[in-house]
């Protein structure tokens, strides 16, 4: 009798802690400069997450359309979210500070730039296993692209065919609604 009341309040406490990492907001990365940064603090924005890289025949188009877009809608409802990855190709050799200088450098980016990481496999950092598992869709090559809403869930995920001003549209339908919503509370 005791020991199915400890395994029933030992699988409460488990499904709790699995419960408090359901949304893409509730992990944490390491940026690009070692810092460790929750990334609840973009909870209440729109974020497109991506795995970029700086060697890829997509790099070009891909990082002038997300600056474009860190520009038009960020930074306070809207955020490109950067984790460079050399899993596909190995076209992101470089270092996590070398990265950031040639994406700052090269195309001006403004927008949150992480340590460069996994995104499949087993040693897949834990946010992109929560993006895969959440969308039903696994990155296969570098500019994967996660739109995730205010709230840290997966709204859709695109492989780097899809250009980005093909989101354009339903990114700034979020952000439209994020600032209207911040108007309603005022």
């Known amino acids: 009798m005791l020991l199915r009341a400890l395994v029933a309040v030992l699988a ?17 990365a390491v ?3 070692g ?52 899993q596909f190709g ?8 070398e990265i950031d200088t040639f994406a700052r ?25 929560y993006l895969t598992e959440s969308s039903g869709k696994e990155p296969d090559w570098n500019f994967w692209k996660f739109l995730v809403d205010v709230e840290g869930k997966v709204v859709g995920a695109w492989g780097p065919q899809t250009p980005v001003q093909e989101l354009r549209p339903k990114i700034q339908e979020m952000v439209r609604e994020v600032i209207l919503n911040k108007k309603d509370e005022l």
Do not use: W
């Open 90 to 97: 190995q076209q992101e050799p470089g270092s996590d500070r």
């Open 31 to 33: 940026n690009s400069r």
């Open 12 to 28: 409460v406490v488990c499904a709790r802690a699995h419960a408090k990492q359901r949304d893409f907001y509730s992990f944490k």
């Open 105 to 129: 450098t090269t195309y001006g980016a403004s927008f949150p730039i992480f340590s460069k990481i996994a995104v499949i496999g087993t040693g897949a950092n834990n946010a992109f296993k």
């Open 35 to 86: 810092k460790l940064v929750p990334l609840e603090k973009y909870r209440g924005k729109v974020s497109l997450v991506v795995n970029v890289a700086s060697e890829c025949g997509y790099t070009e188009k891909h990082y002038r359309d997300l600056q474009r877009l860190q520009h038009d809608f960020g930074p306070a409802h809207f955020s490109v979210l950067a984790f460079p990855c050399n």
